[in-house]
């Protein structure tokens, strides 16, 4: 399985972006998908994630209503529509899935976001 991102840039604060992920490969294993960030001199944590059905996505409380995580199988993407952004969010978001049986985990190259004040 590969991920590739795209949609990371410069935004000033209060504005919006969206990132998508692009999946191939044995895309009929994966499971759950999310979206990583990881901010300088922080660990990677999880921002939002979704399963397979698009049912019951998760996020972290720090972008819960601003942040909307889309799944479209038949396209083999996610998309994370980040809004109300603050310098805060400033991190490389990484795409993420797992596979159906939970043993492999799969990650893209990472997308800059900057968010400036």
């Known amino acids: 399985v590969q991920l590739v991102e795209s949609g990371g840039g410069l935004v000033q604060a209060g504005g919006s972006l969206r990132l998508s992920c692009v999946s191939s490969?044995?895309?009929?294993?994966?499971?759950?998908m999310g979206w990583y960030r990881q901010a300088p001199g922080k660990q990677r944590e999880l921002v939002a994630s979704?399963?397979?059905?698009?049912?019951?996505?998760r996020y972290a409380d720090s972008v819960r209503g601003r942040f909307v995580i889309f799944r479209d199988i038949a396209r083999n993407t996610i998309d994370l529509e980040m809004n109300s952004l603050n310098p805060e969010d400033t991190a490389v978001y990484y795409c993420?899935?797992?596979?159906?049986?939970?043993?492999?985990?799969?990650w893209g190259q990472g997308t800059q976001v900057t968010v400036s004040s």
């Open positions: 979704i399963n397979r059905n698009g049912f019951g996505p």
């Open positions: 490969g044995s895309t009929d294993s994966i499971s759950t």
């Open positions: 993420h899935a797992y596979d159906q049986w939970g043993v492999s985990e799969y």
